[in-house]
């Protein structure tokens, strides 16, 4: 498995305080880069700027990263640029809110 596939499964198991929904099936994820020296750049959103996790949550997905051994570090960026709508929801996260 590669690395970038063991990054997306442990963001998989965080999910948004708010919508049942992991935040990768959310679209809350804008990019996962894996550069040569296994430090990961991440860029994410939120659901809104002022959601109650705004602090929490980019703590969460850095620390579950850095937990996977081969990562050496990671650098997480907040973005509110573009923003997060619906429309960003994988299918499966559709179905499960009966969007």
Do not use: F, Q, R
Not at 73 to 81: F, G, I, N, P
Request: proline share 7%; hydrophobic share 40%; glycine share 2%.
């Amino acid at each position: 498995m590669h690395l970038k596939e063991k990054i997306i499964n442990e963001i998989k198991k965080i999910y948004d305080p708010e919508i049942p929904v992991n935040i990768y099936e959310l679209g809350l994820i804008y990019d996962i880069n894996v550069e040569k020296d296994n430090m990961v750049k991440i860029k994410m959103t939120l659901t809104t700027p002022n959601c109650p996790v705004a602090e929490s949550l980019p703590k969460e997905v850095k620390d579950s990263v850095k937990e996977i051994k081969e990562v050496k570090d990671v650098d997480l960026e907040l973005v509110w640029d573009p923003p997060w709508d619906k429309s960003m929801m994988s299918e499966a996260a559709k179905l499960e809110l009966n969007l």
